[in-house]
């Protein structure tokens, strides 16, 4: 009746040390972490985590896919995660799928922006265009 467990569906999270690229290290890959990222360095991958934080001088050249980023520095690929955070040194190259997106100003965006949602139930891909010449024909 009385649980001490985590309810069902939840899943159990351990609590990592967080993974530092740091500033004048270039790293070449794809990086899969289940907890938080933080680039200050260069890594050209792709990048999947929990919590991505890109520090002023870092970049990276890949797609990325967090439940959390923030942005200081630079992203030239496509980003994927729930909450998306652009501060006023951000530089973006690439679409940005979101399920919250804030961006200071300053920020700058070549992409674009869509939310998850709208992705994930193909709004975004589906068209239903009718096109017709005005003119109007009785059978």
Known sequence: MFSKGKAEGERKRKVLAPTIISEGLTGTGNLDSDGEVQVDGLIQGDIKCLRLSIGQNGKIVGAVQAERVLIRGCIDGQIRAQEVTLTRT??????????TLSIEPGAKIDGHCRRLNAVDDGEATNLNLVVSDGKTTVP
């Not at 951000?90 to 399920?99: N, P, R, W």
């Open 90 to 99: 951000a530089q973006v190259k690439g679409d940005i799928h979101h399920e």
